[in-house]
């Protein structure tokens, strides 16, 4: 049998978590970057979006975020954009909730952006809820 090398495995790696909970300084856009939030996961490294400026993207997750940054759909990230593609974009950064609705308040998001509806989307609303719930008389649960 081989001899272990290394200093441990999968699951050491899996321990590290590089200061989770420390508040960290907010990231606003440069030049060359923009605001989105993500609609879906495709998988490879890749996810769809919606930035700022009405434009979805296919979104590149870059190395140093793989497989440490988890991203799921409704949530905030920055995007470097291409000048050679303009229907591709790169995630630099992911905002937490907390900072999201920073950025929402200091008016970097605009107002009909929702933070924390997971996949709802850009401007969705939500029609039908009403008919979710269904109303029994007394009669017809005595009858069950």
Not at 51 to 66: A, N, P, T, V
Request: proline fraction near 2%.
């Amino acid at each position: 049998m081989p001899k272990n090398k290394g200093k441990g495995g999968k699951n050491r790696k899996r321990g590290k978590n590089e200061a989770d909970d420390e508040k960290r300084e907010l990231v606003f856009k440069e030049d060359g970057q923009e605001y989105a939030q993500v609609l879906r996961m495709l998988g490879n490294g890749r996810c769809e979006a919606t930035c700022i400026d009405g434009s979805k993207r296919l979104c590149h997750i870059r190395g140093k975020m793989h497989k440490k940054v988890w991203i799921a759909a409704g949530d905030i990230i920055l995007v470097g954009l291409r000048d050679y593609q303009d229907d591709k974009a790169d995630v630099i950064f992911k905002y937490m909730p907390d900072e999201a609705r920073l950025l929402k308040a200091y008016g970097e998001l605009p107002e009909n952006i929702r933070l924390n509806e997971g996949i709802g989307g850009l401007d969705e609303e939500d029609e039908g809820a009403a008919d979710d719930y269904i109303e029994f008389e007394d009669e017809d649960i005595d009858k069950i």
